[in-house]
């Protein structure tokens, strides 16, 4: 099993700034893809970036540009900073790992945190 806990959220005005944080533990692997994914009231499950063991990383195109996902191994932490926020950016944020590559499914993720609430105000 691995445990997901994410931080860092909170209220910011419109055109500024989070760093939201993931920590993991448990059955961590280096090997795993952490993604992003968001939840506004009323709305589905939206994927918002992934990063996998390589570093590489994908992105939402509502995102891009904006958030910067990144990874520290050695803290077992995913990152995402976000910036230029905007009020339909609002939503919860929750963390996720997969074993293996890219992925920006919900489904395709077997370990969920519980998320941290991001609130833009215009």
């Known amino acids: 099993q691995v445990q997901l806990v994410e931080s860092g959220g909170g209220l910011v005005q419109a055109g500024g700034s989070l760093r939201l944080s993931c920590a993991a533990s448990?059955?961590?692997?280096?090997?795993?893809?952490m993604g992003w994914f968001r939840q506004a009231p009323g709305k589905e499950r939206e994927f918002v970036a992934v990063?996998?063991?390589?570093?590489?990383?994908y992105y939402a195109n509502s995102v891009k540009g904006r958030f910067t996902i990144s990874r520290d191994n050695a803290k077992n932490t995913v990152y995402l900073q976000m910036s230029s926020l905007k009020p339909e950016d609002t939503a919860v944020y929750c963390c996720?790992?997969?074993?293996?590559?890219?992925?920006?499914?919900?489904?395709?993720?077997?370990?969920w945190g519980q998320g941290t609430q991001v609130t833009v105000s215009s």
């Open positions: 996720a790992a997969k074993n293996g590559g890219i992925a920006t499914m919900p489904n395709e993720f077997d370990y």
């Open positions: 448990g059955r961590t692997s280096r090997n795993y893809a």
């Open positions: 990063i996998n063991w390589s570093y590489s990383t």
